[in-house]
């Protein structure tokens, strides 16, 4: 007889075979830690490396293929193929402790808290750019309630009302529904909430891949052409890999 989940971790994952097995191990921790009954999902967004085989090897208890390169239709695909009503959303690079999750499935069942997220913290030293991105969002995370994408939790009944994840766009899709979700909850009296301690543990990976002026040029053709999220060409800071 099948146990019936409560919660659901759901890990985006391309081309992720070194680090996933680390976050899958962090999370099946995290998980056992806490007493509801939880499932651990990782979505294949179209790997051309053993992350599908690795997923399985290292305890995913689904997996999910999405072709479409993207990552908000990879989170929606991991949303769609589970039934539970916490969704917790946690990238293939970014490490959870059990704190953090139960935390926020705290928030989650207290029936005022529709959706939050964690403040960050890189795992390794990074360039200075990365770090003042990194504390900047924090700040403006903790002030204004916004979530990065790399955990992101939710009630389904907020995530369904705020259209999911925005399949428009190939950047910023955690800002949108974070946005959409606050909108529906703030009749509701349910509010939005940032996890401060524990912090989640991200990969500062990207701070090896990229020059200084790669960032720079990223932020400038984020913020002054408009409608530039909405290409996958102009977003290549979150897609573009080494070699």
């Known amino acids: 007889?099948?146990?019936?989940?409560?919660?659901?971790?759901?890990i985006?994952?391309?081309?992720e075979e070194a680090l996933l097995p680390g976050t899958l191990a962090a999370a099946r921790k995290a998980?056992?830690?806490?007493s509801e009954?939880?499932?651990?999902?990782?979505?294949?967004?179209?790997?051309?490396?053993?992350?599908a085989a690795v997923a399985v090897e290292n305890g995913a208890d689904q997996v999910v293929f999405e072709p479409h390169n993207q990552i908000a239709r990879a989170r929606n695909a991991g949303a769609e193929n589970t039934k539970t009503e916490l969704?917790?959303?946690v990238d293939a690079d970014t490490q959870i402790e059990g704190g953090t999750l139960k935390t926020a499935l705290s928030n989650l069942e207290s029936g005022k808290i529709a959706a939050g997220g964690a403040r960050i913290v890189m795992d390794q030293p990074v360039i200075p750019i990365v770090g003042w991105l990194t504390d900047n969002w924090n700040r403006v995370g903790a002030t204004f309630n916004f979530a990065a994408g790399s955990f992101f939790y939710c009630r389904r009944d907020?995530?369904?009302?705020?259209?999911?994840?925005?399949?428009s766009v190939y950047a910023g899709e955690e800002v949108w529904l974070a946005k959409r979700i606050k909108k529906w909850a703030k009749p509701l009296k349910l509010g939005f909430e940032v996890i401060q301690n524990p912090p989640v543990l991200t990969s500062g990976r990207k701070s090896d891949w990229f020059s200084t002026w790669d960032f720079v040029r990223q932020l400038a053709i984020i913020f002054l052409i408009p409608g530039a999220t909405k290409s996958k060409k102009m977003c290549q800071l979150w897609y573009k890999r080494p070699g």
Not at 12 to 15: G, I, K, R, T
């Open 158 to 167: 907020a995530f369904e009302a705020g259209g999911g994840f925005d399949e």
């Open 12 to 15: 985006p994952a391309y081309n």
């Open 87 to 89: 969704l917790v959303f």
């Open 37 to 51: 009954t939880g499932e651990l999902i990782v979505v294949d967004n179209n790997s051309t490396d053993r992350t």
């Open 31 to 34: 998980m056992a830690s806490v």
């Open 1 to 10: 007889m099948r146990v019936t989940s409560h919660y659901a971790i759901i």
